[in-house]
């Protein structure tokens, strides 16, 4: 495999170790995101929950840069010619988000049904961290400093578990616990900061350039995102509060599997410039697939076993929406894995057709399918495996492509961190 200049802090482990190792502090850093939904479910309630888990998905959706940040500056900060880490840039759209959150915030308090602005206000003031975090991800992923990466991820996931812990300690409510989990965005931005010092005092900030490499890689994540959250942010508005917390709490184990096959659609980008990458995505593909097979035999023998150990008696009634959940987050899964590949390739073929299929999933359930949790989730899982069928065909039609003799295979290198 052609391999570009050596970025500072070059790989010495081997290729399979290091991705051991992000992936056990990927599944590390995702079963303290899930102890977070545990730890948050039984205190609120479903009410609460479900406006926590809205307000969670809508700050995802405006934090799409901070994902895409990761991926654009794990590129360009290893770039031997204009290497640039993307701090002033991410501050900037950091808290240009934050302050139209908080012009919005009585707007998208009505739309949720929440009594108060203040939640919304501080999800918007959690941006800025987030989004300067996703910077520090991208520059410890470009540099191949996956040791340092997986205590940021740690660290991420550890500062919410801890938010959340106070939160049943003390028997807060929705604002309060938003604030909290504010107060741990800022400490992982600083973990962050001392992480990247060096790298953030010798590389430049920003390059000409950046804003449109980051608007064109944001294009498929956006998509990805708005496929993964959307269907919590209809529930909160067709549902009532009650079963707007069941189905809030029975989709997290969706996430829950696309939180934790995250770290195959990493570990896929750095090999996409060389020969047999669709055979790379294929096998990526499979083990996913074995992976959501196991989550849905387990869940499918006892869904309120689970549901009532994560979030108590209370959420019983949404126990079957469980295993279904699982194989839609398999959907979702797969699709991330496709989706990423395309951002590597800076190809936009699918992060389009997912754009179309979540637009259709939010006209029929505001215009039609809206009466119960069962029609919400018998449509977003369609439209989850509508994504997954055409990732699929696309793949596919990568490996034919990319299909010959070794001399044939330069023709496909693409640029890559």
Request: glycine fraction near 10%; aromatic fraction near 8%; charge should be positive.
């Amino acid at each position: 495999m052609p391999q570009a200049t050596p970025a500072p802090h070059a790989p010495s482990r081997p290729y399979a170790l290091r991705g051991a190792l992000l992936g056990v502090s990927m599944g590390i850093s995702n079963a303290l995101s899930f102890a977070v939904v545990v730890i948050l479910a039984r205190p609120l309630g479903p009410a609460d929950f479900g406006a926590y888990a809205a307000l969670t998905a809508y700050g995802i959706l405006l934090a799409i840069p901070a994902g895409a940040f990761q991926v654009v500056v794990a590129r360009t900060v290893a770039d031997p010619t204009k290497p640039t880490t993307g701090w002033r840039l991410a501050m900037q759209i950091g808290v240009l988000l934050a302050g139209c959150t908080v012009l919005a915030s009585p707007w998208v308090a009505t739309i949720l049904h929440l009594n108060s602005a203040w939640a919304v206000i501080l999800t918007g003031l959690t941006l800025i961290p987030m989004t300067v975090t996703g910077v520090f991800q991208g520059i410890l992923l470009g540099t191949h400093r996956i040791g340092a990466l997986s205590v940021l991820y740690i660290a991420t996931a550890g500062m919410r578990v801890a938010a959340a812990s106070a939160v049943a300690i003390l028997g807060l409510r929705l604002t309060a616990t938003v604030a909290l989990l504010l107060i741990a965005g800022l400490l992982t931005a600083a973990v962050g900061w001392t992480l990247c010092r060096a790298e953030l005092t010798d590389t430049p900030s920003t390059r000409p350039g950046l804003a449109r490499l980051l608007w064109r890689s944001q294009l498929t994540l956006a998509a990805f995102v708005a496929l993964t959250n959307v269907d919590v942010l209809l529930a909160r508005q067709v549902l009532s509060a009650h079963d707007s917390g069941g189905y809030a709490l029975a989709a997290t184990f969706a996430r829950a599997l696309a939180w934790g096959t995250q770290f195959i659609a990493l570990l896929v980008i750095p090999r996409l410039g060389a020969p047999g990458a669709a055979r790379v995505l294929l096998r990526a593909s499979a083990l996913i697939l074995l992976i959501g097979g196991f989550g849905l035999v387990l869940t499918g023998l006892a869904p309120e076993w689970w549901i009532t150990l994560a979030g108590g008696s209370d959420y019983a009634d949404s126990a079957w929406l469980v295993p279904w959940c699982v194989g839609v987050g398999t959907c979702w899964a797969l699709a991330q894995v496709w989706m990423f590949s395309q951002m590597g390739n800076d190809r936009r073929g699918l992060g389009m057709f997912a754009f179309a299929a979540v637009t259709v999933e939010i006209l029929i359930v505001l215009l039609w399918l809206r009466e119960s949790a069962t029609q919400i989730l018998t449509v977003t899982g369609g439209v989850a495996l509508a994504v997954a069928i055409v990732g699929l065909i696309v793949t596919l039609r990568l490996q034919s492509t990319t299909a010959g003799p070794p001399s044939r295979s330069g023709a496909v290198t693409t640029d890559r961190a």
